[in-house]
Every structure is written in structure tokens, then in C-alpha cells.
């Protein structure tokens, strides 16, 4: 199963994106989502996850208050709203569909990923 990041782009500090997270052929509303990201040279790391229905969110600290996930249960996408973006957000971002209803911080709990998306944030 392949899920689908897309709506990354180049935006000047302080602008907003709004990220996707589908699949063609699954909606995983049972599934928790989460999105992470990787910066050249350095780790991938958690961002924003979802539990199966929305009920349950968490943010990795640096982006409290500035991301925002949500989900349409039924219609499978997952979104990552980002605004007063700043160049340290600069990363490829994935999404990933966890093996449960929950989410994790951990890369290892995820067991369905989408390409990526790049996000550009320029000062």
C-alpha cells in the first residue's frame, strides 16, 4: 500500500502550507497517521500524529501552536496545516500510516510510508 504526500512547495518565512496525506486505493480510518520529517544531513523525526479518529494529537515541540493535523475519517485524507512557517522547517516531509489505531513517535511503529513531500522555507 503507498500513500501519497503532496502540497509541499517554497514559501517565505511566516507563510503557510497545507500538506495531504492519501491513498488511492485505502482510506486507513483505522489507522493512526503521522508525518515526520527529514532535514539534509540529519534524522528523520516526528512532527504531527493522529489517532484512528482524530481524538488524539501530538507535536513535536518546536511546532506547538504553528502545525495543525487533522483527518477526514471517511474520506481517508489526512492534513498537515502548517503556518508561520520558518526556515528551520525546511525538510522533505513524509506521512505514514501506523500498524494500529494509534500513533507513535517512533519510526519503527509505521509500516506504510508515502514518498515524501519537500518543503522550502525561505528567510
Known amino acids: 500500500v503507498q500513500l501519497q504526500a503532496s502540497g509541499g512547495g517554497l514559501v517565505q518565512a511566516g507563510g503557510s502550507l497545507r500538506l495531504s496525506c492519501a491513498s488511492p486505493?485505502?482510506?486507513?480510518?483505522?489507522?493512526?497517521v503521522a508525518w515526520f520529517r527529514q532535514a539534509p544531513g540529519k534524522e528523520r523525526e516526528f512532527v504531527a500524529g493522529?489517532?484512528?479518529?482524530?481524538?488524539?494529537?501530538d507535536y513535536l515541540d518546536s511546532v506547538k501552536g504553528r502545525f495543525t493535523i487533522s483527518r477526514n475519517r471517511a474520506k481517508g485524507p489526512v492534513y498537515l496545516q502548517m503556518n508561520s512557517l520558518k526556515p528551520e522547517d525546511t525538510a522533505v516531509y513524509y506521512c505514514?500510516?501506523?500498524?494500529?489505531?494509534?500513533?507513535?513517535?517512533?519510526?519503527?511503529?509505521?509500516?506504510?510510508w508515502g514518498q515524501g513531500t519537500l518543503v522550502t522555507v525561505s528567510s
Open positions: 493522529i489517532n484512528w479518529n482524530g481524538g488524539s494529537t
Open positions: 505514514a500510516a501506523a500498524r494500529g489505531s494509534g500513533f507513535a513517535t517512533e519510526i519503527t511503529e509505521y509500516r506504510y
Open positions: 486505493k485505502w482510506t486507513f480510518s483505522n489507522n493512526g
